[in-house]
């Protein structure tokens, strides 16, 4: 309780906080890759295979299209919002002009890992005409600062509504050790395929086994497999989002040569770095 002294005497206020919510909400990185307001076409909207280190989300306002992932349809109507998770392989397509709001987003765990990768079902919820249209209008029409807080916020908040829907009830905070922590944030800000264990030990003075049992029991997975899994999403993300060839992002997450990182990222996608990009850029406006 904290104590508060006024002229008239003394009252004692019961004051309820919660800094484990605060640290948690100051981790939450919030990203956009693309966007627009768009009228698409049968003959401009049709793609097989997509596969995105982002997810799309996708506010109807007229017309109708679809999508197909893992031998289900999804129909597109207007006055609903759809989310389509990072990593999920569809296909889509309409028969007729169709007009959509559309952004590319990425929500990060403080382990680096988008919240919405893995998740194997397309999300959709309605939403007002007249909020889409504000959506439209600001983020076509604004350029100052306080509406494009207001068009994150928009978003923000129904990437929040989904959220609940993949993972109902109350979610424990994650609470990692000082050591884990600390490795948590050193891979990420330095990503490289070249950091080992014994230089993450090192750093923090501990001994190799120590590290690595404390991590996979926090982590629920070991040091290597978690860095393999930020770096191969990191070559996606570049792969996409920038135009370096494949032997600068080769380089640049520290692989040995651009072909022993061409043989790894097949192995783990089925499709040549090249490959990916050719389709991944056909489809990236959309």
């Known amino acids: ?64 299209g679809h999508l197909e992932y893992e031998q289900q349809n999804v129909i597109l109507k207007p006055g609903r919002l759809y989310l389509i998770p990072a990593g999920l392989t569809f296909s889509f397509g309409c028969h007729a002009p169709m007009e959509k709001i559309y952004f590319h987003v990425n929500l990060f765990r403080p382990d680096g890992y988008d919240v919405f990768f893995g998740c194997h079902h397309i999300l959709e919820t309605p939403v007002d005409l007249h909020e889409m249209i504000s959506l439209r209008d ?57 950091i080992t264990v014994c230089f993450l030990a090192q750093r923090l003075f501990l001994a190799e086994s120590t590290l690595a049992k404390l991590f996979k029991k926090e982590v629920g997975k070991t040091i290597g497999a978690y860095i393999d899994d930020l770096i191969f999403f990191r070559a996606l993300q570049m792969m996409v989002g920038t135009g370096e060839t494949i032997g600068k ?19 783990r996608f089925g499709l040549t770095p090249q490959q990916y990009r050719k389709r991944q850029k056909a489809t990236f406006g959309m």
């Open 1 to 64: 309780m904290d104590f508060y002294g006024f002229d008239y005497g003394y009252f004692c206020m019961d004051v309820k906080q919660n800094h484990e919510m605060l640290l948690l909400a100051n981790t939450i990185h919030f990203t956009f890759s693309a966007g627009a307001f768009v009228t698409v076409t049968p003959e401009t909207w049709m793609a097989s295979e997509v596969c995105s280190p982002y997810s799309r989300l996708y506010f109807v306002l007229s017309g109708e």
């Open 138 to 194: 600001l983020f076509i029409h604004e350029h100052d600062f306080s509406s494009a807080v207001a068009v994150k916020q928009m978003v923000f908040r129904h990437l929040a509504d989904f959220l609940l829907l993949v993972a109902p009830g109350s979610q424990p905070l994650c609470q990692y050790s000082p050591p884990v922590r600390d490795t948590l944030d050193y891979i990420q800000q330095n990503l490289s395929l070249q």
């Open 249 to 267: 992002i080769s380089d640049a997450l520290g692989f040995c040569d651009q072909f022993y990182f061409s043989r790894r990222f097949k192995q």
